[in-house]
């Protein structure tokens, strides 16, 4: 009789602890991408009207972190297929996110600090090889997005070349809530160190790539670890095997000595692909105004987040000003949408509700054209410009 209630009473925990730990990816991915709270946006029919005709774009979504099925919809997060379509987003880039130090923070993290994407792959239960390989992470989350367009093929396409840019714009003729995704990293810890590498993350679709994220890695410094520092020898020589192989280069979270030896050596335009701009919002997430006008004298283009760190509040408004100080910065050619939809920040309105910076750039007078440009035709030209051809 004893030893029957022990039993049931263990089999009772065993059930207890498997749907907490069944739970847990939910209740992480819930808490760590909130939206703030707010009333629906007042939009103007003449935004509305506006941003039914716009291609949108943006540049940065981590959306592929998270066990959700970005084929469904969810009350939760910040992006998913359904709410793309409801923003009328056409162009999103799906960054991967492979090491994040614990402690996290925007002015200094050690190299060596424990890192937490470690513990959120085992978690959210994910094959076991990408739980000590950073380049499995990378792979892992590429894999989701591609298996999205062969289980969603009338809602999602992959872009990997100006071909397909072309294939997708025709589809959008017949079918305007197409939604055409791209794949990026986030930081280049996500070659595990070896150059052959970058072939590979190309041959899996990869054609975007950042250099660093939050600590120094082993090609240069990032603009919140611990030594500022540029560019090393292994960092050139990824960027040259990068450009060889026309991959867009991102050099958001690199320290400003990156993005200057960077500029130094790129014979292609540059991104940045979340960030704000210090002249509007003096934060430690930003390099400074001198740079961004070096980026875009040389074709660059600057995605403009959606949080606090990156415009010093999370509202369209802001939004919509750092976007207008970005303009008078660098011009309208340069400035694009960044959003970091899904990277742990909280945003003051998901992509299903994208029109409010629309409505918001013009209450604040921007002309028509201009919003064109930056809400996403200025990314739809740079990736004609700058994708492999085929
Ligand atoms: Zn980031």
Known sequence: ???KILLNSLLFIVILVASALMLLPKMLDKSMNPVSEHAPFVVSKEAQALHNTLIVGDWHADSALWNRDLKKTYDYGHADIPRLQAGNVALQMFTTVTKSPSGQNYDSNETGANDNITALAIVQRWPIKTWSSLFERAMYQANKIKDLEKRDPENFMLIESQYDL????LKRVNNPKMVGGLIGTEGSHALDGNLDNVERLYENSFRMMSLQHFFDNKLGGSLH???????TEFGRQAIDEMQRLDIIIDVSHSSENVVKDVLSISNQPLVISHTGFNGYCKSPRNISDSLMIEIAEKGGLIG????DA?????TPRSVAEAIIYGIGLIGAEHVALGSDFDGTITPGFDTSELVAITHELLELGLGKEEIRKVMGENMLSFLQDNLPKT
């Open 1 to 3: 009789m004893t030893k």
């Open 166 to 169: 072309g294939i997708f714009l």
């Open 310 to 314: 990156a415009v010093c509040d999370n």
């Open 225 to 231: 670890g611990t030594s500022g520092a540029g560019l």
């Open 304 to 307: 403009v987040g959606f949080w």
